[in-house]
């Protein structure tokens, strides 16, 4: 997992507008993971890009925020390969996996671990879940044998980023153009 980072609340210079951010971009050479993405439920946008030119650990950088919690150029996490195929393990600050931010008290302290797989344009964000669950109602003898159960039927991996730049043509726009 990418958890070996402390989180401050660290702002980085050269992030304020996509323009200069895609002209620093295109010079490098570039992975599938690299670029600018939008997350569609919120409009903040981010920036994936290597942290150092020969490393495979990647930064995620705010651009533009919808919420006043995060500032353009603020860190919010980092990402790493995994063995599988265009799937990363990625720690972040607390950001919902729609892009919005949870409480601005503690948006830049606490670290969320999230599994991100890339497919056509699309980045999907799926929370890790670790721990140990405990049904206290069970000790309790005959009654409480049966215990129910709450559960939530929404597919996982909805959550996430549309591409922005670079553009791949080989996909649709995510909002159609009109004359």
């Given at each position: 997992?990418?958890?070996?980072?402390?989180?401050?609340?660290?702002?980085?210079?050269?992030?304020?507008?996509?323009?200069e951010i895609v002209g620093r971009l295109s010079n490098l050479p570039m992975v599938d993971l690299e670029?600018?993405?939008?997350?569609?439920?919120?409009?903040?946008?981010?920036?994936?890009e290597r942290e150092d030119p020969g490393a495979m650990r990647f930064r995620v950088v705010s651009v533009?925020?919808?919420?006043?919690?995060?500032?353009?150029?603020?860190?919010?996490?980092?990402?790493?390969?995994?063995?599988?195929?265009?799937?990363?393990?990625?720690?972040?600050?607390?950001?919902?996996?729609?892009?919005?931010?949870?409480?601005?008290?503690?948006?830049?302290?606490?670290?969320?671990?999230?599994?991100?797989?890339?497919?056509?344009?699309?980045?999907?964000?799926?929370?890790?879940?670790?721990?140990?669950?405990?049904?206290?109602?069970?000790?309790?003898?005959?009654?409480?044998r049966f215990s129910v159960r709450s559960y939530d039927d929404r597919a996982r991996g909805l959550d996430?980023?549309?591409?922005?730049?670079?553009?791949?043509?080989?996909?649709?726009?995510?909002?159609?153009?009109?004359?």
């Amino acid at each position: 997992m990418a958890d070996a980072f402390s989180m401050t609340a660290e702002t980085l210079e050269g992030y304020d507008t996509q323009e200069e951010i895609v002209g620093r971009l295109s010079n490098l050479p570039m992975v599938d993971l690299e670029g600018v993405w939008l997350f569609p439920a919120t409009g903040q946008s981010i920036v994936i890009e290597r942290e150092d030119p020969g490393a495979m650990r990647f930064r995620v950088v705010s651009v533009s925020s919808s919420g006043i919690g995060i500032e353009s150029g603020t860190l919010l996490g980092y990402v790493v390969p995994t063995a599988k195929v265009d799937t990363y393990d990625a720690s972040m600050a607390e950001i919902n996996a729609d892009g919005s931010v949870r409480s601005s008290q503690w948006s830049k302290n606490r670290v969320i671990k999230f599994t991100l797989s890339l497919s056509g344009g699309r980045l999907s964000f799926t929370p890790v879940r670790r721990g140990i669950r405990v049904n206290w109602w069970r000790l309790l003898p005959y009654m409480f044998r049966f215990s129910v159960r709450s559960y939530d039927d929404r597919a996982r991996g909805l959550d996430g980023c549309i591409r922005l730049w670079p553009r791949d043509n080989s996909n649709p726009p995510y909002q159609p153009r009109y004359l």
